[in-house]
């Protein structure tokens, strides 16, 4: 059980103190601090292994990372946990492995609205009560219109011919509409 300062620490991990500190802060090497003589060191073996167990490598940054949602606060997030029962306090990994599942799947939703293979709702209900207020208009008037050609003719063929035609522009409209 070898103890390092948190210096030490960060020169053999490669990284800053600071995000030594921010793993401790944050939890995920939290267990491996020693305190001893008033100072903090931390057991060496441990929090690599801590260090390893809890941290995710992280990706360059991108452009579309600036338009990510933004995390909930550490008290929001306290707030949370300490509401839930000892047994369903989610571990770190299962955590990440749920928020990298929600944001592949929000970026998917993303990319089908970005080719317009998925639309709102409110859209598509608007457009559909549009349509159907069309062809209502176009069938409530066609009595209007074709009741003097129909009272003007005695043959069954044309009052046949006359309907289908004003039907027939009645759906047009709701196929081009």
């Not at 929090?47 to 933004?70: C, D, F, G, I, V």
Request: hydrophobic share 35%; aromatic share 4%.
């Amino acid at each position: 059980m070898p103890l390092v300062t948190k210096s030490e620490y960060a020169r053999s991990r490669g990284c800053s103190p600071a995000a030594v500190t921010g793993a401790i802060k944050t939890g995920r090497i939290k267990a491996a601090v020693v305190t001893k003589d008033g100072r903090e060191f931390l057991d060496f073996d441990k929090a690599n292994e801590l260090w390893e167990r809890n941290t995710q490598q992280q990706p360059p940054p991108t452009r579309a990372a600036s338009t990510a949602p933004k995390p909930p606060t550490d008290r929001e997030l306290q707030a949370f946990i300490q509401g839930l029962p000892e047994d369903q306090i989610p571990d770190l990994n299962d955590s990440r492995a749920r928020r990298e599942h929600y944001l592949a799947e929000k970026a998917r939703l993303e990319a089908l609205r970005g080719r317009d293979e998925l639309v709102p709702s409110d859209q598509v209900k608007a457009e559909a009560f549009a349509c159907a207020r069309a062809v209502r208009d176009a069938l409530l008037g066609l009595a209007d219109r074709l009741a003097p050609m129909l009272a003007a003719t005695t043959d069954a063929r044309e009052c046949h011919r006359l309907l289908t035609e004003e039907h027939r522009v009645a759906l047009r409209g709701l196929s081009d509409g």
